[in-house]
């Protein structure tokens, strides 16, 4: 019965509707959307079947309906009938990409945390390592030796002293100039961007 009244309206509103009328588009629109909401509700099966809910299949449905308004042409069927045919069509496409798209739910998301490298990090970490290398290009061989050896293998003194035939001493010294050379290199670099 509601059908019944809700065709009639919609009959005598799809001539405004097709001539650019607002407000006969709206009403259409409201009049139809409830009803679609229920027949997509309906046909759609249990919840979480689909990507998507009813709501957005009868929302598909009504921005359809508006764009075909100045196409329709009454061939016996009722403006209804073809709000329903458009309906049928649009549970089918959302029922196409389902399979071809199709989710998995699980019950609980895994609190695992992702511990590779992203591209962002390997290409900062990139950028570091080219830097660190010009940086390390301004030192003497000797001194790149005694920084890896210290800083990076993490030996001591009296062991990066024992690889270079060298003392202790004379490695802390070293390391020191080294440091200080590229703080110096680092300061002059950090001027010359600011400039």
Same mark, same amino acid.
Request: aromatic share 4%; glycine share 6%.
């Given at each position: 019965?509601?059908?019944?009244? /809700?065709?009639?309206?919609?009959?005598?509103?799809?001539?405004?509707?097709?001539?650019?009328?607002?407000?006969?588009?709206?009403?259409?629109?409201?009049?139809?959307?409830?009803?679609?909401?229920?027949?997509?509700? *309906?046909?759609?099966?249990?919840?979480?079947?689909?990507?998507?809910?009813?709501?957005? &299949?009868? !929302?598909? &449905?009504?921005?359809?309906?508006?764009?075909? &308004?100045?196409?329709?042409?009454?061939?016996?069927?009722?403006?209804?009938?073809?709000?329903?045919?458009?309906?049928? *069509?649009?549970?089918?496409?959302?029922? +196409?990409? *389902?399979?071809?798209?199709?989710?998995?739910?699980?019950?609980?998301?895994?609190?695992? &945390?992702?511990?590779?490298?992203?591209?962002?990090?390997?290409?900062?970490?990139?950028? !570091? +390592?080219?830097?660190?290398?010009?940086?390390?290009?301004?030192?003497?061989?000797?001194?790149?030796?005694?920084?890896?050896?210290?800083?990076?293998?993490?030996?001591?003194?009296?062991?990066?002293?024992?690889?270079?035939? /060298?003392?202790?001493?004379?490695?802390?010294?070293?390391?020191?100039?080294?440091? *200080?050379?590229?703080?110096?290199?680092?300061?002059? /670099?950090?001027?010359?961007?600011?400039?």
């Amino acid at each position: 019965m509601a059908d019944l009244a /809700t065709s009639k309206a919609l009959e005598a509103l799809v001539p405004y509707a097709a001539a650019g009328d607002e407000a006969a588009v709206t009403e259409i629109i409201r009049l139809v959307h409830p009803l679609m909401r229920r027949y997509c509700s *309906n046909r759609l099966g249990r919840p979480g079947d689909l990507q998507v809910t009813a709501d957005d &299949i009868a !929302q598909e &449905i009504c921005i359809a309906t508006i764009r075909a &308004i100045p196409r329709y042409e009454d061939q016996g069927k009722s403006f209804l009938a073809f709000v329903y045919g458009i309906a049928a *069509n649009k549970l089918a496409d959302a029922r +196409r990409r *389902n399979q071809s798209h199709s989710l998995q739910s699980v019950d609980e998301l895994p609190e695992r &945390i992702c511990e590779e490298h992203g591209p962002e990090e390997l290409a900062l970490a990139g950028e !570091q +390592r080219e830097h660190i290398r010009q940086l390390m290009d301004v030192l003497s061989p000797k001194h790149k030796e005694v920084l890896v050896m210290r800083l990076v293998m993490g030996w001591s003194a009296a062991e990066t002293a024992d690889a270079l035939g /060298t003392s202790a001493g004379v490695v802390r010294v070293m390391q020191h100039r080294a440091l *200080n050379r590229l703080r110096a290199q680092i300061g002059s /670099t950090a001027l010359a961007m600011a400039g």
